[in-house]
């Protein structure tokens, strides 16, 4: 909308139609006059931190970032966890002599 179209509207407006606009105007002001840039990160509370960067990693995944996607779940821990390695001694020392029979229990 121009500032023609808006100053137009304001003639031509009532009280109602006034106080919308002020109320916008100053809605945008307050939003703009906020402060902008890195705000201070406290790094010892670990559940904010974790909290902070899983939401940045969620609008980056929302943005179509693949890799935000794969830490994100990560992080949240929905990727399917792995399986532990069983490790199993086997003596085959006497694998090939006849009629002797070795258990090895554990």
């Given at each position: 909308?121009?500032a023609q ?43 904010a ?42 003596d ?15």
């Amino acid at each position: 909308m121009s500032a023609q179209t808006i100053f137009s509207e304001l003639q031509e407006g009532d009280n109602k139609k006034l106080w919308a606009y002020a109320q916008e105007l100053a809605e945008f002001r307050r939003t703009s006059s906020a402060p902008k840039g890195r705000r201070t990160v406290d790094f010892d509370d670990k559940n904010a931190l974790r909290l902070d960067v899983m939401e940045h990693l969620y609008e980056q995944s929302d943005k179509g970032n693949a890799q935000a996607s794969e830490k994100l779940a990560k992080i949240a821990g929905l990727t399917e966890k792995s399986q532990d390695i069983l490790i199993q001694v086997v003596d085959f020392s006497n694998a090939y002599e006849q009629d002797n029979i070795t258990t090895t229990t554990t």
